[in-house]
């Protein structure tokens, strides 16, 4: 079975600064990865997936993420924190239903990003 | 273009009532998920339609939760009787059928009491 491993629970930066959210993964075949940010009181939003191809992934709202098979990680970074980037940012790992067209995804238990102005 | 919307926002029971969550998903969406996100914790998948088609429905708890898409639209979430470990935000999503972003809606968010 798939999993996901967000190994830090609440990161601070300072608004300017980089940031990079770690994650890891375990799932037997080749992974689609995902990340997602929750802000208080919303349902999810995409930033960027992986499915295939070129190991770095540009996603919204500046937000870039590198496919590392031999680490089994997919780390987020941005370059620059704004404080509107405050939320909370999921890992998750897609496997696909046989047949179904659709696929299963086991999110990590994410990571709060704070902000200091 | 609308996004998936659920109702009601928040909801607070007793222990041993029961609750209903309703989610609409986006027009065409083929695909319907239902999640529980525990306080501190990712999304869990309870159950995934395809129409009005169950495709799993491995990690729902069936001897107090159920769920229905009649029509292959909209779709409830029932649970009878809630547990205080029930108290957890419920998030729909919908997907294009055979593609692969799912949109979530705002959740609900239920306390057990």
């Known amino acids: 079975a798939q999993s996901v491993t967000q190994p830090d629970i609440h990161i601070t930066v300072s608004e300017g600064a980089s940031l990079e959210l770690r994650c890891n993964y375990s799932?037997?075949?080749?992974?689609?990865l995902f990340w997602y940010v929750q802000s208080p009181g919303q349902g999810l939003q995409l930033l960027l997936k992986?499915?295939?191809?070129?190991?770095l992934v540009q996603g919204i709202k500046g937000f870039e993420a590198e496919f590392k098979r031999s680490q089994s990680s997919f780390n987020l970074r941005k370059p620059s924190v704004h404080w509107s980037d405050a939320a909370e940012y999921f890992c998750?790992?897609?496997?696909?239903?046989?047949?179904?067209?659709?696929?299963?995804?086991?999110f990590g238990k994410g990571t709060k990003l704070s902000v200091i102005p | 273009e609308a996004g998936v919307a659920q109702s009601p926002r928040y909801k607070i029971i007793e222990k041993r009532q029961s609750v209903a969550f309703w989610c609409n998903p986006i027009?065409?969406?083929?695909?319907l998920y239902w999640y529980q996100q525990i306080l501190g914790q990712g999304p869990k998948l309870l159950i995934q339609?395809?129409?009005?088609?169950?495709?799993?429905d491995s990690q729902l708890p069936k001897d107090r939760f159920s769920a229905e898409r009649l029509k292959g639209v909209d779709s409830t979430l029932k649970i009878q009787p809630a547990k205080l470990e029930d108290s957890a935000v419920y998030l729909c999503?919908?997907?294009?059928?055979?593609?692969?972003?799912?949109?979530f809606g705002p959740g609900t968010r239920l306390t057990v009491t």
């Open positions: 027009s065409g969406h083929a695909t």
């Open positions: 999503a919908s997907s294009l059928e055979a593609e692969y972003e799912q949109y």
């Open positions: 799932y037997g075949a080749t992974p689609y």
């Open positions: 998750a790992v897609g496997s696909p239903y046989s047949g179904a067209g659709s696929y299963q995804l086991t």
């Open positions: 992986y499915f295939s191809g070129d190991t």
């Open positions: 339609f395809q129409n009005n088609g169950v495709v799993d």
